[in-house]
């Protein structure tokens, strides 16, 4: 029924104009609709992202979005610290970290925080690839 239609990754945030500061200027997205004070949308590649206002943002505690880099986890990882993003670090079965890489064999992914505390990833390959794996 769902498979031949496109989706999207929606994030709830308290503060929509925060928000915006860090998805526009720190993750470089361009937002290609708004709804006023209440939500905004951006494209990903051929994705969408929705960033929309909720007195329910921060309470996910598992990944939102993920960001397929192809072989760009570690140059996307450097210049986003050095926007000021801080990484997290799991502790996983099966893994190590490089820095702030996590590597699981051939994959090699990245989680960090939005202003509310949305998780968010970037990991090597392509969203076509049949491996997806998030925390």
Known sequence: M???????????????????????ETLGLEPVATEGEEA??????????????STYAGTNRATAATWFVGDGVDDVVRTLRERGVAFEHYDMPGG???????????????????????????????LSDSRIGSH
Not at 7 to 21: E, G, Q, S, T
């Open 40 to 53: 905004v949308t951006y494209r990903a590649g051929s994705s969408r992202v929705i960033v929309y206002h």
């Open 96 to 126: 190590r970290l490089e820095g702030d890489v996590h590597v699981f064999g051939d994959m090699r992914t990245a989680w960090f925080k939005d202003p509310d505390g949305n998780i968010l990833a970037v990991m090597n390959g392509h």
């Open 2 to 24: 769902l498979k031949d239609s496109e989706v999207a990754a929606n994030l709830a945030v308290k503060d929509l104009a925060k928000a915006r500061k860090f998805y526009e």
